[in-house]
C-alpha cells in the first residue's frame, strides 16, 4: 500500500515526526538513570503495567473503540515492538553492552526495513537507499569515539541482534495487519499483552516476586519510570503509531538515524559527555541521509 505522496508529505512538514526523534531518544538516558535500580524485564513490566493503568481511564470515559478483527495482530505488533525491542535493549544493556554500540547495532533497522519493504508492498527508491548508507555511516561517526568492546558478552550481543530483529518484524508487520486504530485502546491492548508475555519471563530469569524485592525505590528510579511511562510508553509510541499508519516503513524507521545524535547532544548537555569533531561530522550526515529518504 502506497501513501498518497501529498498527504506523507504534509505529515513530514509537521512537528510529529521532531518530537518523537527527541522522545525516543530519551530512552538511553532513562537506562542511564533507572537500570541500576532494577531489573530489566521488572523495569518494563511496571513501566507497561503503569502505562495501561494511565490509559484506561481515557478508553472508558471516552468509548474509545476497540481494534475488533484486528486485537490478535495488534497484540502481535506490541509483542515485538515493546517485548522484544526493549526487552532485548535494556537487557544487553544490563549485561554490559556499551550504549553507543547498541545504538550502532540497533541502527541498522532502517536498512534491514528497506530490504523487507517489498514484502507489505512498498518500494524503496535509489535516492532512499542512498539515504539510508549516508545515516547509517553518521550513525557510525556518532557512536565510533563511545565505543567501547570491554565487557562484552555473547548474550550481551544476542540481545541487542534479537531487539534489531523484532522492531524491524515489528514495525513492518504492524505496517502491513493494523497500521490504523485507535491510539488508546490499541496501546492498552499491546502494552497488557507485553506484561502478560513479560511476567513469567521475569519469574524465571529475575526473581521477580510481588513485594518487587528486586527494586530499589529511589527518587532515581521513580523519576525514570514515570518519564518511561508518560513521556516514551504513551506519548513517543503514540507519535510512532501515528507515523506508522500514514508513512512508508522505509521512512518512519529511517528517523531512527536521528536517535544516536540526539542522545549524543542530550548526554552533552546532561552529563558533560564530550562531542569529537567526528561526531558532529556524523550527525550532519545522519541528518542529510534522512533528508533523502523521506524528501518527497
Request: hydrophobic residues 55%; charged residues 10%.
Amino acid at each position: 500500500m502506497t501513501i498518497p505522496a501529498a498527504r506523507a508529505t504534509h505529515a513530514w512538514l509537521s512537528p510529529v515526526p521532531i518530537f518523537f526523534v527527541f522522545l525516543w531518544s530519551t530512552g538511553f538516558i532513562v537506562a542511564k538513570y533507572g537500570l541500576p535500580y532494577a531489573p530489566p524485564l521488572t523495569f518494563l513490566i511496571l513501566r507497561c503495567g503503569a502505562a495501561v493503568l494511565a490509559l484506561l481511564p481515557a478508553v472508558l470515559v471516552a468509548r474509545a473503540p476497540w481494534p475488533t478483527g484486528r486485537i490478535g495482530h495488534v497484540a502481535v505488533a506490541g509483542l515485538l515492538l515493546q517485548a522484544g525491542y526493549l526487552g532485548g535493549v535494556w537487557s544487553g544493556i544490563k549485561l554490559g553492552m556499551p550504549a553507543g554500540l547498541t545504538a550502532l547495532i540497533v541502527g541498522m533497522q532502517p536498512i534491514l526495513t528497506a530490504f523487507a519493504a517489498p514484502l507489505i508492498g512498498e518500494r524503496v527508491r535509489p535516492r532512499q537507499w542512498l539515504g539510508l548508507l549516508l545515516g547509517l555511516s553518521g550513525v557510525a561517526l556518532v557512536v565510533y569515539a563511545k565505543i567501547s568492546l570491554a565487557g562484552l558478552s555473547p548474550a550481551a550481543i544476542a540481545y541487542c541482534v534479537f531487539a534489531l530483529l523484532s522492531i524491524t518484524a515489528g514495525t513492518l508487520y504492524q505496517r502491513r495487519y493494523c497500521p490504523r486504530f485507535d491510539l488508546r485502546t490499541g496501546t492498552v491492548v499491546q502494552f497488557s499483552a507485553t506484561v502478560a508475555v513479560l511476567v513469567p519471563l521475569a519469574v524465571v530469569l529475575e526473581g521477580l516476586d510481588l513485594r518487587l524485592s528486586q527494586v530499589q525505590w529511589n527518587i532515581h528510579f521513580v523519576g525514570s519510570l514515570v518519564w518511561s511511562v508518560f513521556a516514551l510508553s504513551i506519548g513517543a509510541i503514540f507519535l510512532l503509531f501515528k507515523l506508522i499508519s500514514r508513512n512508508e516503513a522505509t521512512q518512519v524507521t529511517s528517523l531512527l538515524y536521528l536517535t544516536p545524535p540526539t542522545t549524543a547532544i542530550m548526554a552533552w548537555l546532561m552529563f558533560g559527555e564530550a562531542l569529537s569533531p567526528a561526531g558532529l561530522l556524523g550527525m550532519a550526515i545522519a541528518v542529510a541521509g534522512v533528508a533523502f529518504v523521506v524528501k518527497k
